[in-house]
């Protein structure tokens, strides 16, 4: 099972076979490009998970209606700068627009066709830039996997891709991701995207299973402020086009493919957080020993979600009070008798009261970009990891400012 | 029925008949007083409602095991400074001996003595000071309320009372509040004490139910940051001093009572969210036409803890689409088509759609230092309100600094 990640800079250079994608710069944002494209020259198959926000906007209700959880995709169009949401019937309309436009430009039916959008709420779509960006589509595409990484940003800093190649299905295929955060950012799921391409032959049942389990384990966990936008999706699509044969959910490699998603959706869900507005540090942390899985997340989400938490990560403070009664406004069931909190390697917290610990350790183990918080109980096997970031004046700042 | 509130500057120089307050300082924090003390000459019934964080601290602990939820009451001894919180079983004992050193003091049994305090976390309780503090309360005591409402705050910019005279059982009592917060405020509840105190006489079990449901129409609906405290507690004494017949549940002067009780209470959660750390803006945010209260509740504290719709208000944005995305975003069981927001007295969205209002109009009541969001929807009789407060720098500022 290989399922080393290559790394973003080499990622964000790759498409698996019979994949084309690309973006442009369509004028709805004021710089970058706010359009991007996915081509696959054969039909692949295809799964997607949505927000779970009562307010889906129109693109998602499209989905849910032309795509549902699983079917066949040839193309994606996704454009960034505006969210099509909150825009009542002309919003869907204007989804299905674009999504008829693409599937014209590249010669498939509208249902093959899937369409995202991120950015402002409650404004139409310029749909004129819109359709002039769709016809500047290169025919026959180009491979330009870093500009469609571009073209879906929002308040993002920098591109989000990440890419495993594995042998599977006696096949030797890649599997890509692409993804944009950076607000607005929660389970079920995020202001979020994320892509995820294969050249894999992936049975469709098995495909949509394992996504839908990765999904939650990794885009779920994410929390940036603890507000779950209307236009979440992550989408996969697998075309076979490395050749191979299909694998299913007993084929031998299936474990090898699932844990291939798993890394590409780990990694894009760590850069989420790390490239949350305003973030310095990435902040992770995992529970071990609760009674089970949700209870794990439950206590994870509680510390990763907390703001006096994550202030005091900001301020490199090891806090361990704050880590604490997070675990003991969480709800969640577990013996508080038998918790231990660690920032890093350091124990800062056992037996129902502070460790005496090293300050100046505990300090260092804050210090860098990345803070990894453990908390062990003793009540069962569940575990789950949680990914977040701290909260600064420039999240405030970002999020006074930024009108929508 | 009069609940007309006294203002807070009035409030804070009155205790009803037969009560008698103050504060001393210390030295547990560097400025500032940091002892409280309560005093009654008679008992007095009394009902408490306590943190359900899994990590109580020593003195919500100690409360526990010898109060409960009510009981009689002669004494209440507060410390700030210093949670006495994660201190293990020396706490348990230190709290044990705070509770028995002021019954000596006013000559009462240990059990009729509440015990609580805030502060930072995790550090022994320097009982030399705290005993030396309960050593110099005046006997007699004195009547100086303001010194009690000081020596209970911690990073609270100020003091927090709520009064309100009646008549009821033939009697003219007063009811008076004091609260503090400021930080780590949630339902369940907050880092928050409120005393409350009335002469009335009042049975005692329809004391400690009407106080429960005061509670869980006010103090619960209060949220800074969403972290709820391990040391939270509300602490009703009604000590029968102004005469009268005591007011049973089936009293008809019960529901007056219950109004003055819900009337301080309700202030003294808005002073909490008002003065929230950092904050510059209180925010109300009310929800009717839910299909219960529970729902009702859900929505409004999904909007008023939302860091994306606190950011706006402190930007004076009106930004609609946040708090749609808010309410979509809670979970609660709504009609989404059948919504309408408003900010002040400006419709900023309905019919499924952004409302066509005058941003000049919008952004005024949004500059005031009180927010108000109303929210209806058209699924049934449910409402609640929930209060909060706009998130700023200054909230990144003391909680990244300040160390517990």
Redesign the interface.
């Known amino acids: 099972m290989d399922t080393a990640l290559l790394s973003a800079d080499v990622a964000v250079t790759l498409l698996p076979e019979g994949f084309y994608a690309g973006g442009v710069r369509v004028g709805i944002k004021r710089k970058r490009r706010d359009l991007g494209w996915i081509v696959s020259d054969v039909p692949a198959a295809a799964a997607a998970v949505y927000t ?4 889906p906007a129109a693109p998602i209700r499209l989905m849910r209606e032309t795509l549902g959880g699983s079917g066949v995709l040839r193309g994606v169009i996704v454009n960034s700068g505006n969210a099509n ?4 019937e002309t919003g869907l309309d204007d989804a299905r627009t674009m999504q008829r436009a693409f599937a014209e430009r590249i010669g498939a039916p509208p249902e093959a066709v899937a369409v995202a959008s991120t950015g ?3 404004v139409p779509l310029p749909m004129d830039k819109i359709l002039a960006g769709i016809a500047a589509v290169p025919m026959p595409p180009e491979k330009d996997p870093a500009a469609f990484a571009e073209a879906i940003l929002t308040t993002d800093t920098r591109t989000k891709a990440a890419a495993v190649r594995l042998r599977a299905g006696g096949a030797d295929g890649l599997v890509v991701g692409f993804a944009k955060g950076s ?2 950012i ?1 389970p ?1 799921m995020a202001t979020m995207l994320a892509f995820l391409l294969t050249d894999l032959a992936v049975e469709a049942s098995f495909l949509s299973a394992a996504f839908r389990d990765v999904v939650r384990r990794t885009f779920n966990r994410v929390s940036v ?6 236009n979440d999706m992550a989408l996969v699509l697998a075309n076979g086009r490395a050749g191979g044969e299909a694998i299913t959910a007993d084929h031998p490699d299936a474990p090898a493919f699932r844990e291939a998603l798993f890394a590409v959706s780990r990694a894009l869900a760590r850069e989420i957080a790390r490239d949350g507005e305003g973030a310095t540090k990435l902040i992770e942390v995992t529970v071990r020993g609760a009674r089970d899985e949700a209870t794990a997340e439950a206590l994870a989400m509680a510390v990763v ?4 938490v994550k ?2 990560v ?2 490199e ?1 090891p ?4 880590i ?8 969640a069931a ?1 013996n ?1 008798a038998g918790v231990e909190v660690k920032i890093g390697d350091v124990v800062v ?1 056992a ?4 460790a005496s610990f090293d300050e100046t350790e505990a300090r260092a183990a804050l210090a860098g970009n990345e803070v990894a918080i453990h908390v062990r109980l003793t009540d069962g096997d569940g575990e789950a990891t949680a990914w977040g970031c701290d ?3 420039g ?3 970002i ?3 930024y ?2």
Chains 1, 2 share one sequence.
């Open positions: 779970q926000n009562a307010y949401a909150l825009t009542g402002v709420i409650g607000g607005m929660r079920n402020d603890t507000d779950a936008s209307t979600e907390s703001p006096l202030t005091a900001y301020g403070d806090n361990w009070g704050r604490v009664a997070a675990l003991g406004k969480s709800g577990f508080p917290f037996d129902d009261r502070p909260l600064t004046e999240y405030v700042k999020n006074a400012l009108r929508t």
